[in-house]
């Protein structure tokens, strides 16, 4: 069985940064795919940022400079670092696995695992 459960959401000021970890059991990031998302209320859900089974890890054109990925030695947490933050960025971030595809996880429609999300605020 996978689980995915994401950690580190809060809230932060403008120009702040955040460190959200995904810990996945059940599952390691080389069986295929994983990526991270977001979604504001009212808003459609997209994609930030993927890492394939390879460890090719990808951003998002509108997060490159701002956020980035790092995996751990064990290959069981995928860290999605962020700074700059800006009120935009508000939303509830998820981690997500999808076994059956392992490249070009970034353009991914339909990922079949996911946690139960982590806040982010970005607030004055």
């Known amino acids: 069985q996978v689980r995915l459960a994401e950690s580190g959401g809060g809230s932060v000021q403008p120009g702040g940064s955040l460190r959200l970890s995904c810990t996945v059991s059940?599952?390691?990031?080389?069986?295929?795919?994983m990526a991270w998302f977001r979604q504001a209320p009212g808003k459609e859900r997209e994609v930030v940022a993927s890492?394939?089974?390879?460890?090719?890890?990808t951003i998002a054109n509108s997060f490159k400079g701002r956020f980035t990925l790092s995996e751990d030695n064990n290959k069981n947490t995928l860290s999605l670092i962020m700074t700059h933050l800006t009120p935009e960025d508000t939303a509830m971030y998820f981690c997500?696995?999808?076994?059956?595809?392992?490249?070009?996880?970034?353009?991914?429609?339909?990922?079949?695992?996911w946690g139960q999300g982590t806040q982010v605020t970005v607030s004055s």
């Open positions: 059940g599952y390691t990031t080389t069986t295929g795919c």
């Open positions: 997500a696995a999808e076994p059956s595809h392992r490249e070009w996880c970034i353009l991914v429609p339909e990922y079949n695992y």
């Open positions: 890492l394939d089974f390879d460890g090719t890890k």
